[in-house]
């Protein structure tokens, strides 16, 4: 059964600290994706990856595909970094699962 | 480039009744996915239609069924409402499919009463 499980649940931090966030996934996965849902409920795609690592300004994922493991990072964190952030796989049936998000909150 | 949009943004039914909600994608984009969103579940996939053709279903049932027309706008539909089909529905549109980035629209919430 193709699963994504994401850790922690909840985050806080002060403004500045650097944050990090697993995903951890079932075998076989063709690409994993890293979401942000802000409050209201509208997602942007951060980041989709099968290999290796990417980096857009402060954030960075890598994916280790013998571990099954994803990380997000965010360096410098600030309070408007504050979101859930998601993980989703996708597998040969081409669906996206997704894990059940992080809760992040940075305190200035 | 405008964004992926949805309408109605907010919409209110009573169980029993059925709903059409609408998503128009990017410009260019060929593939729409539709997710539900719930806090007890989270975020699952229900289809994606590809160039009018359903390429993917999740596990939903019936009830919930979708189209897309040939400027790549879709609707889905989900009829017999029940309290428990209360999310947030969110489309998202990319170039050929769920291997490419996904663009999501900000969402139609449903409140089933």
């Known amino acids: 059964k193709n699963e994504v499980e994401q850790s922690p649940q909840n985050l806080t931090a002060q403004e500045g600290e650097f944050i990090t966030i697993n995903c951890s996934y079932s075998?076989?996965?063709?690409?994993l994706h890293w979401l942000q849902q802000h409050p209201g409920g509208g997602i942007v795609s951060l980041f989709m990856?099968?290999?290796g690592k990417k980096k857009h300004g402060r954030l960075i994922a890598t994916i280790n595909i013998q571990e099954k493991h994803s990380s997000l990072h965010i360096t410098a964190s600030h309070p408007r970094d504050s979101a859930v952030y998601i993980c989703?796989?996708?597998?040969?049936?081409?669906?996206?699962?997704f894990g059940t998000g992080t809760r992040l909150q940075v305190f200035p | 480039k405008a964004g992926v949009t949805q309408t109605p943004r907010y919409l209110i039914k009573t169980r029993g009744q059925q709903v059409t909600l609408s998503c128009s994608p990017i410009?260019?984009?060929?593939?729409v996915s539709w997710y539900q969103q719930t806090p007890g579940q989270g975020l699952q996939f229900l289809f994606e239609?590809?160039?009018?053709?359903?390429?993917n279903k999740g596990n939903f049932p019936g009830r919930f069924s979708g189209r897309q027309f040939s400027n790549s706008r879709s609707e889905m539909n989900v009829s017999t409402l029940e309290l428990g089909d209360s999310a947030l529905y969110l489309c998202?549109?990319?170039?050929?499919?769920?291997?490419?980035?996904?663009?999501f629209g900000p969402g139609t919430r449903l409140t089933v009463t």
């Open positions: 075998v076989g996965i063709s690409a």
């Open positions: 239609y590809f160039s009018e053709t359903q390429r």
């Open positions: 410009s260019g984009h060929r593939s």
């Open positions: 990856l099968s290999s």
């Open positions: 989703a796989g996708r597998w040969d049936t081409d669906k996206l699962i």
């Open positions: 998202a549109s990319s170039f050929q499919g769920q291997g490419n980035e996904q663009y």
